[in-house]
């Protein structure tokens, strides 16, 4: 297991009609450290300033077809009476080592991806399609382009007013309204970047809903109130549930007063009726967070006890759940909770964290809580992932 990560990476499949912004998004994307770019094989010539490695790998088409004989492509497709191909382990490598993944892709090579068998390929997957506002606006953007003849402009209109049928079938779209920008700025990646992140949509913002966050008995549990502020602020509807052990941390009457809702700490609770009862959390949730998670809430949920409130919502509740544990490094190295973990893990429980650092108990290792900005961010892919669209 890497000593920095303890999550498989996000597979991000992005595809668009030209004209529509894809480039423009996926240079943006590839100018930060956060995403990997799958370098495609290609048998078609390279363009000038074209680099092999960097923007293709440039194959002949006797290479391209042994590659395809020794299963080497995730997929691959013809497109433009060229072959253009995905490999496949650099894909997987860097899944399982944590990173997230992009791959610049034509619809049909997405379809391949979306009916590919692999477990991994198939729960990282997060497949986006970029969509123009309408036809009018595409046509505006690729003449004001100006780099095809009006014919081929009409051309391109018919292939990407097919391809926007296709939106449905992605997991996001994210709708590109910006116009191009000149091709001064267009050279200047920087700017184009800061232009980019300034008003495309590529935020990930799903509506208010329901948040049941679990807060268990570390250190870190006064953090959970940072963590609660974000969340409120970001409109959704916050249930804070404590251990026993939590309330020994941070006060239920803080959590309480930032998630403007009551808190639960024991089944004795719901005795007051006017507090919503432990089934009524499960059911309610759209997703279950348990930020700081100890090395005991994660073995009650891999062994599925249920003898406090927090432990029986997990159990009951049908939504995601997403846990950020908190604990020394020795405790999350166990063979006990390395196990409790995986088994959470093929579960459909996802994690964030621990990360590396100075632990209270004085050790140096790997432990504590992550950053709560990212448990936030992470919290809000969850839920828009639900919806089906960011935009
Ligand atoms: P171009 O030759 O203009 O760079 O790309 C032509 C088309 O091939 C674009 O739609 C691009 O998204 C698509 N493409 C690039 N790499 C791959 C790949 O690895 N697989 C598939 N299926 N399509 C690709």
Redesign the pocket.
């Known amino acids: 297991m890497s000593s920095k990560f303890s999550r498989y990476g996000i597979l991000f499949v992005i595809?668009a009609p030209?004209g529509a912004g894809?480039t423009t998004l996926v240079d943006a994307l590839r100018e930060t450290a956060e995403f990997v770019y799958?370098v495609?094989?290609?048998t078609?010539p390279p363009r000038t300033g074209e680099i092999d490695g960097e923007?293709?790998r440039f194959l002949s088409e006797q290479d391209f077809l042994a590659q395809i004989g020794a299963g080497e492509f995730l997929?691959?497709?013809k497109?433009?009476d060229?072959h253009?191909?995905?490999p496949l382990q650099p894909v997987l490598a860097n899944l399982k080592d944590g990173r997230d993944v992009l791959?610049?892709?034509?619809t049909?090579?997405?379809a391949?991806i979306r009916n590919c068998d692999d477990p991994l390929i198939r729960s990282a997957l997060a497949d986006v399609f970029i969509m123009p506002p309408d036809l009018d606006e595409l046509r505006r953007r690729l003449t004001k382009r100006g780099t095809e003849t009006p014919e081929q402009i009409e051309l391109r209109l018919v292939t990407a007013s097919r391809e926007m049928q296709l939106w449905r079938k992605y997991r996001y779209t994210i709708i590109s309204r910006t116009v191009d920008y000149p091709s001064s700025m267009r050279k200047n990646s920087k700017l184009r970047a800061e232009k980019t992140g300034g008003r495309k949509v590529v935020r990930l913002r799903s509506s208010a809903k329901t948040i049941v966050l679990g807060v268990t008995g570390s250190i870190a549990a006064y953090k959970s109130a940072e963590l609660a502020s974000v969340l409120v602020k970001q409109g959704h509807q916050l249930f804070v549930v404590m251990s026993d052990d939590a309330t020994q941390f941070i006060t239920p009457l803080t959590l309480q007063t930032l998630s403007k809702n009551p808190v639960m700490t024991t089944f004795f609770d719901e005795k007051e009726n006017w507090r919503p009862g432990h089934i009524e959390l499960a059911d309610r949730a759209n997703l279950l967070l348990i930020a700081p998670a100890t090395a005991h809430i994660i073995a009650e949920l891999a062994h599925g006890l249920a003898h406090h409130p927090l432990a029986a919502i997990a159990l009951a509740t049908r939504a995601p759940i997403l846990i950020a544990p908190a604990m020394n490094g020795k405790m999350w190295m166990h063979p006990a909770t390395v196990d409790n973990v995986e088994k959470l893990k093929s579960r459909g429980v996802e994690f964030i964290g621990p990360e590396e650092g100075m632990l209270a108990c004085g050790y140096e290792g790997i432990g504590r809580l992550w950053k709560v900005e990212d448990i936030a961010f992470r919290t809000e892919f969850l839920l828009a992932r639900q919806e089906n669209l960011i935009a």
């Open positions: 595809s030209s894809k799958s495609s094989c290609t078609r923007d293709y997929e691959h497709a497109v433009h060229h253009y191909g995905t791959i610049d892709i034509d049909q090579g997405a391949s």
